[in-house]
C-alpha cells in the first residue's frame, strides 16, 4: 500500500514539473519589484521558484532549530528534558538498588536523583539510609541535612527519618533528643508519639513510658487493644523493677514495691496479670504471707487458673489453712489441672504424701504438663518407686523439649 502511495506522488511530481515546463515556455510571465535602489524583474516563474526556495530554507532552519533543542540522546542529550528523564531513572534504579540491599549503587543514583529533582525530600532519605547501612554516618547525616536545605517544610518527615536512624545506629540519647525537640513542636503528632514509645519501650524506661500513655491515647496512636496490652507490659516491668529495687536495697525492702503498686488504679490493682507480676515480686522479697492473702483475696472475687498455681507455691506459716482454702476452689473447678497441681504442692508443704500423689495424678489425667509430672516423679522417687519416677521425669523433658529450638544432635547409638 505505501509504495503504491509512493509511486502515486512521484507520477504527480512529474506531471507537475511537465506542466511547470510547458507553461514556463509558452507563457512566462513577468515580475518587476522596485523599491528606491533596489530593482528585481524576472519571470513569474523564475519568482515563484525564488519564494519556494526561500519558504524551504526557512522551513529546513526550523526544523533544525527543533532538533537541537528536542530531548533525543543523539540530537541534545543535555537538554531539560533528557536531564530529567535520566534523573528519573536514576531514581528508579536507585529505590530498586535499595530495596535489595545493593547501598554503594543505591547511594550513587539516589544522591544523583535528589540533586536533580525539584521535590528531592524521598531520594535523600534513602540515600541517607543506604549511606547508613556502608557504616558511613557523618555522610548519612549531611544527606539529612542536605534534604533540610533543599525542603525545610519537611522538617518533621526529616527529624522522624533521623530518629530511626540515630537508633539503628545504637545512638538512642541523640534519638531520643531529636524525638524529644520535635515532640515539643508537634505534640499531638501520632508517629512522633509512636517512635517515643517504641524507643521508651527498647530502653527500659518505663516510667516514661507511663508517662507517654495518656498522650497515646488521647491522640490515638495506637489500637486500644494495643494500649491496653502496652500498659500492662509497662506496669508489669515497672513492678518487676521495684522489686530489684527492693532486692538491692539489702534488706528486702518492701517500700519500692508497694510503691510502685499504690501508682496503679483499683481496676488496674484487679487485673489478673498485673496481680500476679505483683505477687511474683512480693515472693521474691520474702513477702510470701502478704503475696497469699493477696491472692486469696482476689481469688475470692474471680478465679483465675494463673493465681491458683503461684497460689500452691507460697510457703506460708499456715500451710492447713492455705489447703484449705484452696480445697474451697475445688468445689467450682474440680478439672482444672493448675488447681490440681497446687493442691499436690500444698499437701507436699502439710506432709500429706498420699493425698499430694491423689492431686498429682489427678492434675496428669487432665492435662500432661512438665511440671505434674516432674512434682509427682520426685515425690515417688521418695517413695522408692524408681521406675515410674524415672519414666515421669523422661516425659516431663519430652515436654519440656518440645519448647526449645531445634538443633542438631549426634546419632543414637
Known sequence: MRRILLLLLLLLVLLAAAAYGVTHIEQPGYVLVAYKGFRYESSLWGTLALLATLWAVVYAVRLLWRLLTASGRVANPWSRRNRSRRAQMSAEQGLLDLSEGRWERALRHLRRAAEAEPQPLMHYLGAARAAQELGRYAESDGLLERALARQPQAELAIALAHAELQVGRGESAAALETLQVMRERHPRHRQVLRQLQALYEQQGDWSALLGLLPELRKNK???????????????????????????????????????????????QRQEPQLLLAYAVQLRGLGAEQEAEELLRTALKRHYDASLVALYGTLCTADPARQLQTAEGWLKQQPNDPQLLLALGRLCLQNRLWSKARDYLEASLAQSRSAQSCAELA????????????????????????????????????
Open 221 to 267: 496512636a495506637l489500637a486500644e487493644p494495643e494500649l491496653l496490652e502496652l500498659e500492662r507490659r509497662a506496669w508489669r516491668a515497672r513492678l518487676a523493677l521495684a522489686g530489684q529495687s527492693g532486692l538491692d536495697a539489702g534488706s528486702a525492702s518492701l517500700q519500692p514495691l508497694t510503691q510502685a503498686w499504690q501508682q496503679l488504679s483499683n481496676a
Open 378 to 413: 520426685r515425690l515417688l522417687a521418695h517413695q522408692g518407686e524408681i521406675a515410674r519416677s524415672n519414666q515421669l521425669f523422661q516425659e516431663g523433658l519430652g515436654l519440656l523439649e518440645q519448647h526449645l529450638p531445634a538443633l542438631p544432635l549426634p546419632a543414637l547409638s
